[in-house]
């Protein structure tokens, strides 16, 4: 489970949320409401080999998680793990 979420990042709708030194795993998406509002969601964990973090960006309003929600979680996984 953890390569596949892993492969996400690397080549996936998950890009944004690389950080150089760190493996992150995670998963992006982007459900809509009953209104049609858009939500942008990302959820993962840092380091991927042997995690200590664990991750969830809900961006109410949000095109898409790939697109928004994804470089939130990276700058808050780089702020809370050191390479």
Known sequence: MTAMVEQ?????????????????????????????QTNAIFIGFAPAEKPRL????VVDGGKTGGSVAAPLAAEMIRAAVKP
Do not use: L, M, N
């Not at 996400?8 to 809509?32: D, H, L, M, N, Y």
């Not at 664990?54 to 960006?57: G, P």
């Open 8 to 36: 996400v990042i690397e080549r996936g709708t998950g890009k944004k949320a690389q950080i150089r030194g760190i493996r992150v795993a995670g998963k992006t998406g982007s459900p809509q409401e009953d209104s049609g």
């Open 54 to 57: 664990a991750i969830a960006v």
